[in-house]
């Protein structure tokens, strides 16, 4: 909720602050003036995720002839060598495009504990709440260009829910989260003209730098920090971004498009995070749920997978040939993969110890497997990789060093050094150099 422009909360304090020496339109000036000047050298990150966990051994790891294989049947890819399941035609014929990590062990097969790891790439920890990788970048944006501090569009912005928090960095870095794509947040226009919004900022302020300690998660300035956003995304004059009948220079997108990513939540959802990546988002993350499949798996994927196929495929050829695929990095992942075994119910239960993400984008090699599972899909056979090897090379895809020695910069809230992919980081050279 946009609260910076409800009209009683400032006229209430209006009296107090008369005094006030006001910036008038220079406010909003600056912000205006910053928005085009989004970052040149770090790319975006795009995340897919799957709530509830995703049945991997049945999408991007198939074991045809076991008796943990199930009915479906898995077909090439443009990539000699890589099959995928028949109920991914479209993302088959882009593969050269993205790769597989089959041997991740994630360690956590509860969702919420499976979600924290995935978005955090920690466990949870009672005395330190961890930002997710979203918030890392959002931080990181802002370090580099200081004009970004007062960009017009949130440079973490979460479609359907958010899956991970700013955690010690605090409110500015937190997702802004937009529940229906193709519409503008709630309350974004202003019901009164700029000046007046000027106005009402600057009394915000002031009364709201008041309240500011310097204890770091100071909750007046967490306050303070949700609402400079709100602000800035009332002021923007780029508000037309979330719509999805033009793109962001004003021209109307082409309707086969938007069938092609598919009128679904996920595929509407998908060409919103294109446009917000070529606006300068750092990270947007986007929500297909429905995936905690205990019960008639392979049925349920025989509806799921299409809408999948279109938003992902049409995503990763649309980056392409826009040009911004070198500059995005996308991962698709959920909580934790399913059980190779197929309980009695015909479902899959919750499975952390062997599974399969896909990313690609950015600086990442395309048309890789990385892993193997055995046979039967229960365990790692061949290069298991952890969480915080996911994470040193999604960063590296990203163009960000990951290595302690140029990452020391992030303290947490006890002023520790906080290492964005561990105090070892290892990346998968056979992906990313």
Request: glycine content about 10%; aromatic content about 8%; hydrophobic content about 35%.
């Amino acid at each position: 909720m946009f609260g910076i422009t409800d009209r009683r909360h400032f006229l209430q304090h209006s009296i107090a602050s008369a005094g006030l020496t006001l910036p008038g339109l220079e406010f909003l000036a600056k912000v205006r003036a910053a928005a085009p000047e989004m970052r040149k050298k770090q790319k975006s990150l795009i995340i897919l995720w799957m709530a509830g966990g995703p049945p991997t051994i049945d999408m991007f790891d198939m074991k045809p002839g076991s008796p943990n294989g199930g009915p479906h049947k898995p077909i090439n890819t443009v990539v000699s060598g890589i099959q995928i399941s028949e109920y991914l035609p479209k993302l088959a014929k882009v593969f050269n495009h993205l790769s597989i990590i089959r041997s991740l062990n994630s360690r956590e097969g509860d969702h919420d504990r499976g979600t924290y790891i995935m978005n955090t790439g920690r466990q949870r920890n009672p005395l330190l709440d961890y930002p997710s990788i979203g918030s890392v970048l959002a931080y990181y944006q802002a370090m580099d260009i200081e004009a970004m501090r007062n960009a017009d569009l949130p440079a973490f912005i979460s479609v359907g829910g958010p899956r991970g928090g700013a955690g010690f960095l605090g409110m500015r870095y937190a997702p802004f989260n937009i529940q229906n794509p193709g519409q503008p947040p709630e309350n974004v226009n202003s019901p009164v003209d700029d000046g007046r919004t000027a106005r009402r900022a600057a009394l915000f302020a002031r009364i709201e730098n008041g309240f500011t300690t310097n204890v770091p998660g100071d909750a007046a300035t967490a306050h303070r920090e949700v609402y400079e956003k709100a602000l800035n995304m009332v002021v923007s004059t780029r508000k037309d971004v979330f719509s999805l009948d033009k793109e962001i220079d004003g021209k109307p997108i082409d309707p086969k498009l938007k069938e092609e990513y598919g009128n679904t939540p996920f595929g509407r959802s998908a060409l919103l995070a294109r446009k917000l990546v070529e606006a300068g988002v750092a990270c947007v993350q986007i929500t297909m749920g429905g995936w905690d499949l205990h019960n008639n798996t392979h049925a349920a994927l025989t509806r799921m997978l299409p809408t999948l196929d279109s938003a992902f495929a049409t995503l990763v050829k649309d980056l392409y040939q826009r040009g911004k695929l070198q500059d995005t990095v996308i991962v698709w992942m959920g909580d934790f993969g399913r059980t190779p075994r197929i309980n009695a119910n015909a479902g899959r239960d919750h499975y952390s110890r062997a599974w399969s993400v896909v990313l690609g984008g950015g600086l990442i090699k395309g048309g890789v497997v990385y892993g193997e599972t055995d046979k039967d899909g229960t365990s790692a056979t061949k290069d298991e990789v952890g969480v915080l090897e996911l994470y040193a090379t999604l960063y590296r895809g990203l163009g960000i060093d990951p290595t302690p020695e140029t990452n020391a910069s992030i303290r947490d809230n006890i002023g520790r050094p906080y290492y964005i992919a561990g105090e070892n980081p290892r990346w998968i050279k056979e992906l990313v150099g």
